[in-house]
């Protein structure tokens, strides 16, 4: 007979919870419309006309940051791409294998990637990664199988894909072929890797610094790699030397410029003839933390009509 009752009472019970659960309801949604949002990310940098213009960055001792401390008058970036210097392929005694290797400053650029790499990207600018011998006998161009050199290919991928990089630059110096055991370069081994790594990754950037055995080792077996490029760079500084590969003349720089020991009045002359000749690249090198915006305009001033102004 007490049936009707408890009926009753959770009936009411319920309407007391469903009342509660709306005003919790609309206390928390009121609550989140208060909160403030998050600020969105700052807006690239105007896109401008002309050649693209390099950085190498020795994170040694500069921060990659300062790639982004240069605009031109329209507010655009004087440079587009930065290069992080540099990753090195090590060689595994045991495992008899190469590996890619981070030192401590590369590491922690990698590491601090929402810091360092994020807002150069958020203005526009491409971060690379360059990757260097190590005087450990691994080398781009020793690879004994195709297999090893697919196994490196998808390290270097799996670096770009896990820091949110736009790509991997090869710079075959200081490998010393031969050391610990290992082979003497070969004509496969750098267009394997090279295959490989276009394969992983489609829209990267893969750029070459010409020089050493994998520079002048581009074709086997009836495969050219040349045109997995997006980019090759003449890699003596101060001097103008048109990289040597099947490339269009908007993917290749022979200008070289190290910021702060190449003249400026070279600086310029070759940022004219890169003009003029109607290359499409500009590299420079060794961007340090000073002001270098007289440096920067010197090259600035031929390709984009503009001097670059310097934001610390």
Known sequence: MFTP?????????????AVAALAFGATAT??????????PAP??????????SVAYVEVNNNSILNVG??????????????VIFAANINYDTGTKAAYLSFNENVQRVLDNAAAEIRPLQQKGIKVVLSVLGNHQGAGFANFPTEQAASAFANQLSDTVAEYGLD??????????Y???????????????????????????IISLYNIGPAASRLSYGGVDVSSA??????????????????????????????????????????????????YGVYLTYNLDGADRSADVSA???ELYGSDAEYTP
């Open 229 to 278: 490029f997006d980019y090759a760079w003449n890699p003596y500084y101060g001097t103008w030397q048109v990289p040597g590969m099947a490339l269009p003349k908007s993917k290749l720089s022979p200008a070289a410029v190290e910021i702060g020991r190449t003249s400026q009045s070279t600086a310029a002359d070759f940022a004219r003839r890169t003009v003029s000749e109607g």
């Open 178 to 204: 031969g050391a610990n055991g290992t082979g003497q370069p070969n004509d496969s081994s750098f267009v394997h890797l090279v295959t490989a790594l276009r394969a992983n990754m489609p829209d990267k």
């Open 5 to 17: 009752v408890r009926r009753r009472m959770r009936t009411a019970a319920l309407a007391l919870l």
């Open 30 to 39: 009121a609550g989140a419309a208060a909160a403030p949002a998050p600020a």
């Open 167 to 176: 790509g991997i630059d090869f710079d075959d110096e200081y490998a010393e």
């Open 69 to 82: 401390k240069y605009t031109l008058a329209d507010g655009s970036n004087a440079f587009d791409v930065a």
């Open 43 to 52: 807006a690239p940098a105007p896109a401008k006309q002309g050649p693209t």
């Open 299 to 301: 090259f600035t001033r």
